[in-house]
C-alpha cells in the first residue's frame, strides 16, 4: 500500500510557470485587488461636511460631536460621552438630520446614527 502512494507523489510532476512569459507582477495584482477592496472612498462633499460641521449643527454640538463615516445613505456622527450621546438621541437627532439635509439634500444622507466617539 505505501508503494502505491510513493508512486503517486513521484508521479505527479509540479510544473512552474513560465518565467515572464505572460504572468503578471504580483505588484500590479494586489494594487488591482487594494483598488477593488477600497470602500473608504468618500464622496468630496464629505470633506465639505466635515469642515461646515460646526455652521451646520452649532458650537455646542459640535464641541462633543464629528461626523464619521459615510455608508451607503448612513452617516455616522460620533459623540464624545454617553450624557451627550443621550440627549441628542432623545431630542436633536432629527434637527440634525434636518440641518444636514438642507445643507448636501435628502440623497446622500438619508439617515444618522449617533454612536460614542471610539477615539475617546
Do not use: C
Amino acid at each position: 500500500m505505501a508503494d502505491r502512494f510513493t508512486h503517486r507523489r513521484q508521479t505527479a510532476k509540479r510544473v512552474a510557470p513560465p518565467a515572464g512569459d505572460g504572468g503578471i507582477a504580483i505588484g500590479r495584482v494586489l494594487a488591482e485587488v487594494v483598488k477593488a477592496l477600497r470602500r473608504d472612498e468618500q464622496p468630496p462633499w464629505v470633506a465639505e461636511l466635515a469642515r461646515e460641521w460646526p455652521a451646520l449643527v452649532g458650537a455646542p454640538v459640535a464641541s462633543h460631536t464629528r461626523p464619521g463615516r459615510l455608508v451607503s445613505d448612513e452617516l455616522t456622527v460620533y459623540v464624545d460621552n454617553s450624557g451627550w450621546l443621550s440627549e441628542l438621541q432623545r431630542y436633536a437627532q432629527q434637527e440634525l438630520l434636518g440641518n444636514l439635509q438642507r445643507r448636501f439634500g435628502t440623497a446622500p444622507i438619508r439617515r444618522i446614527r449617533l454612536q460614542l466617539d471610539p477615539g475617546q
